[in-house]
């Protein structure tokens, strides 16, 4: 399902639904269904898979990747307390050693925090030139963060931004939105499902029962209309992996479009960037 696909700066192109992890690895029942769930999600081409330090479970993505590992877009985060000019580094180091690879696709700042961001970006220019990254990022960066970061030496390598965007959190597309497309960066939109609570909204029912489809489905069809952004669904089965991956061609007309404008208005003005 190439026909929704992202291309990083450096080329690299990806299916834009990929797959989130978060409070996966909480219940020692669940793990092997998580894990079987993520690597079906990876067969099936949805090769993101999303991590952080902060998730505790990058052991079990470890093992989801296990013999899949050339057929993954890794991403992982260092949380913001961490992220000094050496507790980057080390940072890296414990999420390779924990995940079992050498190498990172996307290094990501979890979010804004105590260090100097010339001393994080440094940083992360040099697990580049290592090869323990392939490229870095930011996470819950509003617009004057983002211009923050490229305005310092290397800053506008960054790769791409990792924030909370779904039907119920819309205010992005008032100036963030607009702001990394002139740019061309990549943006990953998380808790697409608005953490499943989309699941139960009424208006996408109705618009999932005339596309035969799931609320969580039209969702997400409708932030994969957006080009240069990534979903990334955490779904802990097999199924909702499956019928997720199923939101890729799933085609939104103009009217459902327009319902979906009045059940979750679009900002008319400046609204702070929302995060989890
Ligand atoms: P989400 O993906 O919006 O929602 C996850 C919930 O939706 C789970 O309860 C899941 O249930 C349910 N779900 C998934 N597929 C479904 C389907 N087809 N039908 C019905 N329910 C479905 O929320 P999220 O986990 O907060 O966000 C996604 C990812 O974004 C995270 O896992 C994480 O990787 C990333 N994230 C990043 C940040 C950041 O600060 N950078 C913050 C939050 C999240 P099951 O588990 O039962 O499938």
Known sequence: MMEHSVIFPDHRKVCALGQGTWKMGKSALREAEEVEALRAGIELGMSVVDTAEMYGNEELVGT??????DRVFLVTKVLPGNASRTGTKA?????????????????????GGPHPIEDTVASMIELQQEGKIKAWGVSNMDVPEMERFYAVPGGVSCAANQILYNLAHRGVEYDLLPWCRERHLPV????????????????????????????????LAWILRRPGMIAIPKAG????????????????????VDLLDEAFPPPGRKVHLDSW
């Open 64 to 69: 989801a990747i296990r013999g899949l590992r």
């Open 91 to 111: 940072a890296c180091e414990r999420s390779l050693n924990k995940l079992r690879t050498d190498y990172v696709d996307l290094f990501l700042l979890h979010w």
């Open 188 to 219: 990953m939109a998380y808790s697409p499902a608005d953490e499943g609570r989309l699941s139960r909204n009424p208006v996408l029912m109705e618009i999932a029962q005339k596309h035969e489809a799931t609320p969580v489905q039209i969702a």
């Open 237 to 256: 089965s097999v199924t909702h992996v499956q019928e997720n991956y199923r939101s890729l061609s799933i085609k939104l007309t103009a009217e459902d």
